[in-house]
Every structure is written in C-alpha cells, then in structure tokens.
C-alpha cells in the first residue's frame, strides 16, 4: 500500500508521561527534557547539520515562531535535494540555481514573496554550516552598498521580483474545466477507471473556491467547519480559525454556495465519497470527540472533558481528532491509509489537477492556464469582487433609504482584504486586477455557478 508521507519531515518535542515509560520500562526513565527547537528528520532519521542549525535560530531567537517558519524552509529544500540524491551539506552552485528555477519558474513556482522569504533561510544556514563546520557555500555572495551601510547578499534569486506571482485567477467559465480534470475526465469526456480519489480532489478545489483558504487551512479544516447546509443564500457566512492561518486570526467571510455544495456532496456521511477513504485509521494519543459543535460554542468537547476551540485548535492536534465513531475528523484523507491527507500532498494537488486540465485544453485546440491551490485564492477574492461590483447585496438587510446593502470597488477590496486575513489592503488589490474585465464578459449568476 502506498505511503504518500514525506520523507523530510519537521518534528517538533514535547511532554511526556514518565509513569507511562516507567510501566513500559519497568523502571523510572532517565529524566529528559523535550527538544523545544524543531527537528528535521530524512527518512525517520534526524538531519543533524539542519537540526543544529534550528536550535541555534531557536536559542538566537527566543522562541518557536521563526525557528519553526526556517526549519518549513529548509525542509523544502531537502525534499528537492533528497530528489537529486543529495544531502543538504552536499548541494553545489547547480543545486541552488537548479532550486531557484524550481521555485521561480517551474510549474510548481511559488510567488516572489514566498521565494524571498526561502533565501532568508538558505542563506544564513549556509553561512553557519561555513563558520561552523569549514563548508563552502553553494552560492555566490555578493556585498551590496545600502543606506544602512554594507550587507551581504545571496546573488542567486536575488533580482526575483516579490510580487512576481500575483496570481491566475480563473474565469468562471474555466471552473467545470478545472473540476473536470479533477474527476481524471479526460478531453473525450471519459472518466479514468483508476480514479479513486476524482471527488476528494474535486471537492479540494471546490472549497479553495468557496472560500479562499490557504493550502495549509485546507487541509487541516475538519468536517465541523464547514457552514451549516441550511443556511439559505448564495453567499453563506463561513469562519477560517487562525490556529492554522497563516496571519493566526480568525476570519469569517462570504462562501460561494455554489462551490460549496460539492464539498457538502464528498462530505455527505450517508453517500459521500468520503466515507469509501475511511480505512479504520486511528492516530496515535487520539482527541475524541465527546459532543460536536453547538450553535453556541465553536469548537468541541473530548471525551477528557476538555474544551477545544476550533479557532486555537493546531494542525497536529486536528490530525489526532477522531469523531464519537472512531473515525478521523479530517476533512480531506488520503487515499491509501485513510488518514489525514499529507500537506505535501495537498499543496500540490491543484497544479496536478491543472496540468491535465491544460492537457484536455490542449487536445481540444484550447488553453487553460497553469494554476496552483493560491491561485484558487486569487480566483475566490476577485469573483467576490465582481459580484460586489455588478451590485450584489452584501447582506439579507437594507440600509437607511431601504435598499439592498451593496458596495463599490474600493469596498468590495477592503472586505476581500479582511476575509482574506490580509494586513496590506495592497496585497489584496493585486488579486483583483481583472475584475473590470471580468465584469464586462460575465453576470452575477455566472459567478454564482447558476449559469
């Protein structure tokens, strides 16, 4: 059975029951204290050079914030090395300019922001593994004149601009295209006999769409968070928790029903696909769930007695609920265990998806543009954005003369830019360049899905 695991991974320590060992040892352990700073592991076994180096960001830094973001960095580059057949101390010039391209113009390119913030790690790991251990560096340094007097600078990716991958939103016409190839239809409109997972991936990009969470937030959001099925609408109020954002506060925005609908379809527990991914998987130290979510209290209680916000809850402690049943909260789970899906896999699941729906474009004498889980952001921000334009009301009330709630452009980006979780309304007006375009080729109703 395959094992969609990765095989770098972030561990991180934590505390320990000593009566637990001590049963299991039949004496009392050798006290030990957790490992606080995050560790980096190659196939079960600890990366030393990249370990060493996060307990030195760890004790520089005080504290787990940065040490935690650096080692998600460099835990990216040895997946990338590790293909290569090589280590992290190992990585030449041709490695990193081979990493640059892989993560500048690849189709697995992220945005400009995000390679910036990947040189911030490579470079000061690189230069400890030098002063520490007589490494060469795998880059060129270059000193560069600023205000601030003289700074060394990584010249490899140094001119990537940050804004380089504003994003692809696609039109809504694109969206059966992108579903579609989610299913594995291919172009002569045939669905692939090995698909198994066509409605979990389906669903996956459905609620990108919805509403324009995060890779990371998608797939740790459990089946108690998805909006109430009743709730009337076709723009139906939905909360992110900030535990798993990327800003760590909670947003509550606008979800297409649409969209929507297809994720309540995969999640139906009487009909659903999901319910042909349980395998009988169960975590190890499980979080059960005593009583659901209650219109009152947003969260769940164990069956400890505990009261867990879905809004404070972590990705690690979301992969170790299980429901009154047994079975994983999850809402996405892989294929071949039944346990929570990968966010490796997650991450990449959308630009799969879009390479065979640029294959059936292409077989069909058409194109279709490549896109990533982001760019279903991108695409959620700017057809909220139109609606609000072509004068859909924001809310069921009215405003003083008695008419339908409704906004301008500027409005429209400063709600996207709160539900979105941005801080700079700037980030968020890149998202929505093509809104005035939009507008001119579609209606309300095509970026409601009921076209």
Not at 284 to 310: C, H, L, M, W, Y
Not at 361 to 390: G, Q, V, W
């Amino acid at each position: 059975m395959a094992d969609d695991s990765p095989r770098v991974k972030v561990v991180y320590g934590g505390s320990w029951d000593e009566t637990v060992v001590a049963l299991a040892l039949g004496e009392p352990p050798i006290p030990v204290s957790p490992v606080l700073s995050p560790v980096l592991t190659v196939d079960g076994l600890i990366e030393s050079d990249a370990t060493e180096w996060l307990a030195h960001v760890f004790e520089r830094t005080g504290g787990t914030k940065t040490s935690a973001a650096q080692a998600d960095r460099i835990c990216v580059l040895a997946e990338f090395l590790l293909e290569k057949n090589c280590s992290l101390r190992g990585a030449t010039r041709k490695h990193i300019v081979a990493y640059v391209k892989h993560r500048t113009v690849s189709d697995a390119r992220v945005s400009g922001a995000t390679w910036h913030r990947d040189r911030s790690a490579i470079k000061p790991f690189y230069e400890w593994l030098r002063e520490t251990y007589g490494i060469p560096l795998p880059f060129t340094l270059d000193v560069i004149h600023t205000p601030w007097g003289q700074k060394t600078s990584m010249r490899e990716g140094r001119n990537v601009p940050r804004n380089s991958a504003a994003g692809t939103p696609i039109e809504p016409s694109q969206v059966p295209e992108l579903l579609a190839a989610a299913w594995r239809i291919g172009h002569d409109g045939q669905l692939s006999t090995t698909n198994r997972t066509g409605a979990r991936d389906a669903a996956f990009v459905s609620l990108g769409l919805a509403c324009g969470a995060r890779a990371d937030t998608l797939t740790h959001l459990t089946i108690y968070e998805l909006p109430d099925p009743s709730t009337p609408g076709d723009l139906v109020e939905m909360r992110l928790p900030g535990a798993i954002s990327k800003t760590g506060r909670e947003a509550r925005l606008p979800a297409f029903r649409s969209h929507l609908q297809r994720v309540y379809d995969y999640a139906n527990p009487a009909g659903g696909a999901r319910r042909l991914l349980l395998k009988g998987w169960t975590p190890e130290n499980p979080i059960q769930v005593a009583e659901p979510p209650s219109p009152k209290f947003q969260g769940i209680i164990d069956t400890k007695g505990i009261r867990r916000f879905f809004n404070e809850m972590t990705a690690e402690e979301r992969r170790r609920l299980v429901t009154p049943e047994g079975e994983p909260a999850i809402l996405f789970l892989a294929a071949g265990k039944g346990s929570p899906l990968a966010y490796k896999t997650a991450e990449e699941l959308t630009g799969d998806i879009s390479k065979l729906a640029e294959a059936n474009a292409t077989a069909s004498h058409k194109s279709f543009p490549h896109i990533h889980t982001h760019d279903l952001r991108h695409t959620y921000a700017t057809h909220l954005a139109a609606l609000f334009m072509l004068g859909v009301a924001t809310g069921p009330g009215r405003d003083m003369h008695g008419r339908p709630h409704r906004v301008d452009i500027r409005s429209a980006v400063q709600m996207a830019c709160m539900g979105l979780g941005h801080i700079n309304e700037a980030t968020t007006t890149l998202y929505i360049q093509q809104v005035g375009m939009m507008i001119l080729r579609y209606s309300a109703n095509d970026f409601l899905g009921r076209a």
